[in-house]
Nanobody
Framework: EVQLVESGGGLVQSGGSLRLSCAASGFPFSNYHMTWVRQAPGKGLEWVSTISGGSVTGYADSVKGRFTASRDNAKNMVWLQMNSLKPEDTAVYFC?????????????RGQGTQVTVSS
């Protein structure tokens, strides 16, 4: 069974940083892209970043240059380093097995981690 456990969220002031973690299990981790998505209050899911098994990354324009995804295939872990945070980054962040969905449909297996950025 696929399990994804996100952690590392919190309350931070605008301009601050957070590092989100995602522990994965139940599938051959290194074979899969891993994706971060977020959901702001009252809004739908938004793609944030995808990292391939070989650590090739892609980012939404809204976070490019501020967020960095990384992974350790030996530890089945993926991280999202978030710098220069803005109030509009406030959302629940989820990690997802697989790549970006252009239909914005994701199989959310974890509980997510709340990120709140105060102005």
């Amino acid at each position: 069974e696929v399990q994804l456990v996100e952690s590392g969220g919190g309350l931070v002031q605008s301009g601050g940083s957070l590092r989100l973690s995602c522990a994965a299990s139940g599938f051959p981790f290194s074979n899969y892209h891993m994706t971060w998505v977020r959901q702001a209050p009252g809004k739908g899911l938004e793609w944030v970043s995808t990292i391939s098994g070989g650590s090739v990354t892609g980012y939404a324009d809204s976070v490019k240059g501020r967020f960095t995804a990384s992974r350790d295939n030996a530890k089945n872990m993926v991280w999202l380093q978030m710098n220069s945070l803005k109030p509009e980054d406030t959302a629940v962040y989820f990690c997802v097995k697989g790549g970006r969905s252009y239909s914005n449909t994701y199989d959310l297996r974890g509980q997510g981690t709340q990120v709140t950025v105060s102005s």
